[in-house]
């Protein structure tokens, strides 16, 4: 075998110098590349480690909006989501679970800007109009290929309503419900519930907005509606007069079902807002938040 020829003392000192600036360039480079975005995916595994307190402060943001932090929700804004249709009054658990992220984030209540944004359109394809969306959005699979979600804030359950003296006024069974004629806003776990769980014998009535399946259920064009059940009960004391909540569903053994909220696909906040949503959930603000504007959400009988 043909051993190769040594360097002379010149050219180890050039080979060496070479070696030493290639390893220098890689390195620069490397700090110059872009970051891996997978960690803002929406998982709370990894919020953790890529949210650290520096990165996370209102100034180093890149929000929407420089200084502000600009907040989606849909119009119009219902109880007991928000109050009085007015996202930026702090009132209802939305509201105030978006004004708790923004104070974790470094925003003061003056620098949230709320945007008008359809309830579809949050979680389709293609760039956003806001930080995060906030509008009772479930995170799903079929969803977070679209968009990024938060770790979820509140914990969903299903229930039905309908008119005293409809049909199902009484049922107390699923099958109680199988010859109903029911309603839900598209593109909603409500809508899911219905075909899914309920099975009904009947298609269900499918409505843009959830204030027309409310004016259907008022006119009596459906027999019952399936909503979350805070606005279950929001419908019965406030919208619909002699309406009543006939009962939630089981979610015992079903996949557990939460509102997350909605960032745009591979956004640079998906990482820090999940932390402080994770952070508003151990140190018992979302509870504390849930008891003082849902706490009339107990209490519905279970349909199985």
């Not at 925003?107 to 949050?122: I, L, R, Y």
Request: one cysteine or more.
């Amino acid at each position: 075998m043909r051993l190769a020829k040594p360097l002379s003392p010149s050219r180890q000192v050039l080979a060496s110098a070479v070696l030493l600036a290639t390893t220098v360039m890689a390195a620069a480079l490397a700090g110059c590349s872009p970051q891996d975005d997978t960690a803002a995916s929406g998982t709370p595994a990894s919020s953790s480690a890529a949210a650290t307190s520096a990165s996370c402060t209102a100034s180093a943001l890149p929000t929407h909006t420089a200084g502000k932090l600009t907040v989606g929700t849909d119009n119009p804004a219902y109880d007991p989501w928000f109050s009085d249709d007015k996202p930026s009054n702090g009132k209802g658990y939305e509201s105030a679970v978006a004004y708790a992220v923004a104070k974790q984030l470094g925003f003061t209540p003056g620098q949230v800007v709320w945007q008008t944004v359809p309830f579809n359109s949050a979680f389709s394809p293609g760039v956003k109009n806001f930080d995060f969306d906030i509008n009772q959005v479930s995170i799903s699979a079929d969803r977070k290929k679209a968009v990024d979600f938060s770790p979820g804030y509140y914990d969903v359950r299903q229930a039905v309503v309908a008119r005293k003296g409809s049909p199902i006024a009484n049922a107390r069974t699923l099958a109680d419900l199988k010859d109903a004629k029911l309603g839900a806003q598209v593109g909603t776990s409500s809508l899911d519930t219905i075909t899914d769980v309920v099975k009904p014998s009947k298609q269900p009535a499918v409505y843009q907005r959830n204030d027309l399946a409310v004016a259907a259920l008022k006119n009596g064009q459906v027999d019952g509606i399936v909503v979350d059940l805070p606005t279950a009960f929001y419908i019965t004391g406030a919208q619909v007069p002699g309406a009543k909540v006939v009962g939630q569903f089981d979610t015992a053994g079903a996949p557990s079902e939460q509102f997350g909220l909605v960032l745009d696909k591979g956004s640079k906040l998906t990482a820090c807002v999940s932390a402080a949503v994770t952070k508003l959930r151990t140190d018992g603000t979302l509870a504390a938040l849930e008891k003082q504007w849902l706490s009339d959400a107990v209490g519905a009988p279970v349909l199985k």
